[in-house]
C-alpha cells in the first residue's frame, strides 16, 4: 500500500528522507531541500546581494548540486547574485579530464561562465607528474595544499567576494573527529564555521553545510543531474580514514550523530590560555598562511629540489633537509669545480657544455648543465630521506601516529570531489 | 631489558618502549596518581572524599591507590577521608551481587566499611522527572539513550550522596581510556560544549562539591600490570549494550590502544583544551539533567536551528517555514519545534535522551 507524503499534500511518497526519516513524495522532497539550503544561506549570512559568487566546481556530486541550488535559489529569491564556476585541473589521467567534460557541461546547462586553472599553469606540475615523484602515499596532502590555494588564486583572477564550496555535512562532520584524532585544535575550531577567511583573503562559505551527502545523492538522482561519480584515485590519508570509518558506523546506529557531531563543534571553543597559530601570508606568494612561507611553497620548493617529502611533516624537520640539502649541494659543487680545475689543465679551457651557462666554465648552482651529478645528488638526496622521513600513511595505517604539533600538521580540506564520500547506499 | 629506573632486571614492558621493575613499577603509577591531584588541586585538611565504586579494574585500583596513599605516615600521606560508594540496581541480580560481594571483602582489607546506595530507591530531589528510575533494567529500545540517560543520573546521584555524607570532593576512577571514549561519545551525542567538565580533571558544575578524575594520566595497560603485581581482583563493570553509539566508539578506543596508544593521550590532550563557545555563562540557566549550562552558543545558526527547520519543513508547515526564513518568526519558536523541553529545562543532548527514551513506540 502505498505511504502519503508526510506534509500533507495528497500525493504518495517515494523517499524517507535520511535525515529527518521522514517519507515525502518528489516535489516535497525537493522543496525542503532547496529550502533548508535558502534557510542556511539566509541565517548564515551568506551573500550580499550583487556579489559576485565563484562556485568551486569538481564535477562531482556535491559542486554540481550547489551550481544548481544557488541557480535556482537565486532566481526565485531573487538574490541578485553573479554566480560562475571555478574549477580545479589537478592533472590526473583519467579522473580529472573527464571530470572537467562534466563542469563544461554544468556550464552549459546552468548558463554560467567557467574558469578552469590547471596545477600545472599555477605551479609547474600536474598531480600525475608528483605521483610519478612521490609514489602514491601523501598525494591528499599535496592535492589538498595546492587546491586550496588554488582557489585562491583564481578567486582572485575572477575577482569575487566569495567562493562556495560542496562541503556537506558528512564532510564537516568527518573533519571534525579527524581534528579530533589527531589533535589539531586550530582546524577544529574552524572546521564547523559556515563561512572562513581572515582579513585580506577571499571568504569561503558552505551553503550545504546541513545538507546530507545521501540527499545530495537524491536530489541529484531525482532531478537527472549530470555528474562525474568515480571517486578519486588516490587513498585519504590514514586520519581520514579513521574517521570516515568511525562515521559510517555511528550513521547506522543513529543518522542524526551527523548534525550532533557539527553543532558540538559549534558550541565548543579553544581556551583562553591555549595559544594558536594565527594566520599571515606567505612571504613569498603572498598568499595566506599559518607560517612564514605557505605549504604549498614548501611543497613546490621540494619538488623542484627533488626532494618531494619536503615538507609533509614537521615544519622543523623540512628546514633541516633543506639546510642538508644545501650543504650537500655547496660541497658537490666545490667538488665539481675541484675536479673541473684539476680536469681543466688538462683539457685546456674547455667551458661547461651545458649551453645555458656562460661562466668560464666553473659550474655554479644556477648551472643545470651536468645532468649525471644531479642524478648523483638526488640520490643523496633520497638516502637522506630515509634518515628524516616521517611516518608516512603507510605506517600509520594501522594506527595513528602521534601528532602533538598544532601548526605544523598539513593542510588538510576534504577535496571537494576528488576524494569525498565512501560508498552510497540509500534505503528508499 | 633493564628497569627504567633502577637498571635491575625489568619484569614488565609498557607500550612496548620502555620497562620496569616490579617496585619501581608500583611507585610509578602512584607518583602518577598523585601528581595528577597535586597539580590539579590544593588537598586541604578535612577534605572528605567519595570514592565511587563500581568493582572494574579502575576503581579498585583507585580504591587501592587512595588507600595506601591515605594509611601514611610519611609527609607523602593524602589528609583526606574517604568515604566509599557503591551504586547498586544498574545491572542484573548476579552482576550486581558479586560486585557488592567484591567490594565488601576489599572494605574489609582496608579495615573500612562500603556504603551501597541502590539507583532505584534513591530519593530524588533536584533531577527532572524520575519516574524512569524506577524501570531502569526495562528500558531497551534505545541503548544509546539509555546509557547517556544512566550516566547522567550516576552522575546526579553521586552528587547527592556527597551532599548527605558531607564530603566536599568526589573521586572517580576514569582511565584515560574511558575518557577518549567519553570524549568521542560527548563530541557525537552533540555535548561538545560540556566536555570541559566531563573529561577534564575537574567537573566543576557543583559550587559546594568538585568532582574529580586523578586516575586520568593512566591507561588501561598500567591498571592490568598494577592489578597483577598487587593481585587484586576485579569484576567486569561495563554493561555497553550491542547497538549502542557508546559500543562502537569503544570499539574504536580499544583498537586505538591496540594499535596506537599514543592517539589516546592526544584525544585527552585535546579535551583539556576545549571550553564552551557561550561568552556570558553566568547568566546561563542549568540543565536540570546533566548541569551544564543551557546558553552554549553565541550564533544565530547552529545544527539545532538546522535539524528543527527541516522537521518544520518535511512535516508540511510551510507558511511558518517561509515566515522563518523571512525574518518574521523567531529561531526560539523554531528550536522549540525540536523537543518540547528544550531550552526550559534541559540541554540539547538531555532533551533527545529524554524524548528518545520516553518514545517507547518507536
Ligand atoms: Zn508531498
Ligand atoms: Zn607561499
Ligand atoms: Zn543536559
Known amino acids: 500500500m502505498p505511504v502519503l507524503c508526510k506534509t500533507g499534500c495528497g500525493k504518495n511518497a517515494v523517499l524517507k528522507r535520511p535525515k529527518t526519516g521522514d517519507v515525502l513524495c518528489k516535489d516535497c522532497f525537493f522543496w525542503a531541500f532547496e529550502t533548508e539550503i535558502h534557510y ?18 569538481s564535477g562531482g556530486k556535491d559542486s554540481t548540486v550547489l551550481a ?59 598531480m600525475d607528474e608528483i605521483v610519478e615523484q612521490i609514489g602514491r602515499k601523501n598525494n591528499c596532502t599535496f592535492c589538498g595544499v595546492f587546491r586550496r590555494q588554488a582557489l585562491d588564486r583564481g578567486a582572485a583572477m575572477l575577482n569575487v567576494k566569495c567562493i562556495a564550496t560542496g562541503h556537506n555535512a558528512d564532510d564537516i562532520a568527518e573533519t571534525v573527529l579527524m581534528n579530533i584524532l589527531r589533535g589539531d585544535i586550530a582546524r577544529l575550531k574552524r572546521c564547523t564555521a559556515i563561512s572562513t577567511g581572515s582579513e585580506g583573503t577571499i571568504p569561503r562559505v558552505k551553503p550545504l553545510k546541513y545538507t546530507y551527502e545521501k540527499e545530495i545523492v537524491m536530489y541529484a538522482h531525482y532531478k537527472k543531474l549530470v555528474y562525474f561519480s568515480t571517486e578519486c584515485i588516490f ?99 666545490d667538488e665539481l669545480n675541484k675536479e673541473f680545475q684539476a680536469n681543466n689543465c688538462i683539457a685546456k679551457g674547455k667551458t661547461c657544455r651545458s649551453g645555458g651557462c656562460k661562466s668560464n666554465g666553473l659550474i655554479s648552482n644556477d648551472c643545470q648543465g651536468n645532468k649525471n651529478k644531479n642524478e648523483h645528488l638526488n640520490e643523496k638526496a633520497n638516502e637522506m630521506l630515509t634518515v628524516y622521513l616521517l611516518p608516512d600513511d603507510e605506517c600509520i595505517v594501522n594506527g595513528i601516529s602521534p601528532t602533538d604539533n598544532d601548526q605544523e600538521n598539513f593542510e588538510e580540506i576534504a577535496c571537494e570531489g576528488s576524494c569525498g564520500g565512501g560508498s552510497i547506499s540509500i534505503a528508499f | 631489558m633493564k628497569c627504567k629506573k633502577c637498571d635491575s632486571i625489568g619484569t614488565l614492558a609498557i607500550r612496548k618502549e620502555y620497562f620496569f621493575c616490579d617496585d ?35 576503581s579498585i585500583v583507585l580504591l587501592d591507590l587512595v588507600m595506601n596513599s591515605v594509611s601514611l605516615e610519611t609527609h607523602k600521606k593524602l589528609r583526606i577521608t574517604p568515604v566509599l560508594l557503591h551504586i547498586t540496581g544498574l545491572k542484573n541480580d548476579s552482576l550486581n551481587q558479586r560486585n557488592s560481594q567484591l567490594l565488601h571483602d576489599l572494605s574489609k582489607k582496608y579495615n573500612t566499611v562500603i556504603n551501597e546506595v541502590n539507583i532505584n530507591d534513591y530519593k530524588w530531589k533536584n533531577t527532572v522527572d524520575l519516574n524512569f528510575c524506577t524501570k531502569f533494567l526495562g528500558l531497551t529500545h534505545n541503548p544509546t539513550a539509555k546509557l547517556d540517560y544512566e550516566a547522567k543520573i550516576k552522575q546526579n546521584l553521586y552528587y547527592e550522596v556527597a551532599k548527605e555524607m558531607e564530603c566536599n570532593l568526589i573521586f572517580t576512577g576514569e582511565t584515560n581510556t574511558t575518557l577518549a571514549q567519553n570524549l568521542l561519545s560527548n563530541i557525537v551525542m552533540g555535548r561538545g560544549s560540556q566536555v570541559e567538565n566531563d573529561i577534564g580533571f575537574c567537573d566543576g558544575r557543583n559550587c559546594n562539591v568538585k568532582l574529580l578524575r586523578p586516575m586520568r594520566d ?39 590502544q591496540t594499535n596506537s596508544p599514543a592517539t589516546i593521550s592526544t584525544i585527552c590532550k585535546t579535551a583539556d583544551k576545549l571550553g564552551t563557545a557561550a561568552k556570558d555563562i553566568k547568566e546561563s540557566q542549568i540543565c536540570s539533567l546533566c548541569q551544564s549550562n543551557l546558553d552554549v552558543h553565541n550564533s544565530k545558526l547552529t545544527a539545532i536551528e538546522a535539524i528543527s527547520f527541516s522537521k518544520r519543513i518535511s512535516s508540511g508547515d510551510i507558511s511558518k517555514a517561509i515566515k522563518i526564513c523571512s525574518n518574521e518568526l523567531d529561531n526560539v519558536e523554531s528550536s522549540n519545534f525540536l523537543f518540547p523541553d528544550y531550552n526550559i529545562t534541559l540541554c540539547y543532548c538531555c532533551s533527545k535522551t529524554y524524548s528518545e527514551l520516553n518514545n517507547t513506540s518507536v
Open chain 2, 218 to 256: 593512566l591507561s588501561v595497560e598500567e591498571l592490568d600490570h598494577y592489578k597483577r603485581i598487587k593481585k587484586l581482583d576485579s569484576v567486569c563493570d561495563t554493561n555497553i549494550s550491542v547497538n549502542s553509539i557508546q559500543k562502537v566508539i569503544s570499539n574504536f578506543v580499544d583498537e586505538l
Open chain 1, 40 to 57: 542556511t544561506i539566509i541565517k548564515g549570512n551568506l551573500f550580499k546581494s550583487g556579489d559576485a559568487v565563484a562556485v568551486a566546481a
Open chain 1, 235 to 333: 587513498a585519504p590519508n590514514a586520519y581520514r580514514g579513521h574517521a570516515r570509518a568511525l562515521l559510517k558506523d555511528l550513521e547506522k546506529i543513529r543518522p542524526s550523530c551527523i548534525m550532533d557531531i557539527i553543532y558540538s563543534g559549534e558550541t565548543m571553543a579553544v581556551k583562553e590560555d591555549v595559544s594558536l597559530p594565527s594566520q599571515r601570508t606567505c612571504s613569498r606568494c603572498k598568499f595566506v598562511s599559518s607560517q612564514e612561507v605557505c605549504k604549498a611553497c614548501v611543497l613546490l620548493e621540494g619538488l623542484n629540489k627533488g626532494l618531494p617529502k619536503l615538507g609533509i611533516g614537521k615544519s622543523s624537520k623540512a628546514k633541516r633537509m633543506l639546510d642538508e640539502y644545501h650543504a650537500k649541494q655547496q660541497m658537490s659543487i
Open chain 1, 68 to 126: 544548481h541550488v544557488l541557480k535556482t535559489l537565486n532566481e526565485r529569491y531573487d538574490y541578485g547574485l553573479n554566480l560562475m564556476l571555478l574549477s580545479i585541473d589537478e592533472g590526473i589521467t583519467g579522473y580529472r579530464d573527464d571530470s572537467l567534460e562534466t563542469v563544461k557541461r554544468n556550464r552549459d546547462d546552468y548558463e554560467m561562465s567557467l574558469k578552469i586553472l590547471s596545477y600545472k599553469d599555477l605551479y609547474g606540475w600536474t
Open chain 2, 24 to 58: 619501581c613499577f608500583l611507585s610509578y603509577v602512584n607518583h602518577k596518581f598523585r601528581a595528577c591531584i597535586g597539580k590539579n588541586t590544593k588537598i586541604k585538611p578535612k577534605d572528605k572524599a567519595l570514592l565511587c565504586l563500581s568493582g572494574g579494574s579502575s
